[in-house]
């Protein structure tokens, strides 16, 4: 009872709150970059090293920069109705 009444509301807040929490979590270059080992390290910091004190490989920072941000973008894509009431549901109605 209680699933079927609060969780239609509670569905577009939820969706938002994990998108958001991926995508944070996605992000966390420094935490990585301080305490991750050659084993354990994560794609941007893996990205990072595309980048030297004398050369950039434009090519190679390019292309793995695409390829690990189109699955945020992918599924931020098919949840962007969820995002949007999520986030105007508890606006107030005058």
Do not use: E
């Not at 931020?76 to 109705?81: G, L, P, S, T």
């Amino acid at each position: 009872m209680l699933a079927r009444i609060a969780l239609p509301f509670a569905r577009p807040g939820l969706v938002a709150t994990a998108i958001l929490g991926i995508i944070s979590s996605w992000n966390n270059f420094i935490f990585s970059l301080v305490s991750a080992s050659n084993n354990t390290r994560t794609l941007p910091v893996v990205i990072f090293n595309f980048v030297s004190y004398d050369s950039l490989n434009w090519g190679g920072l390019t292309a793995a920069s695409t390829i690990i941000t189109l699955p945020v973008l992918v599924m931020a894509f098919f949840v962007q109705k969820h995002i949007v009431r999520g986030q105007t549901l508890g606006a107030l109605k005058g």
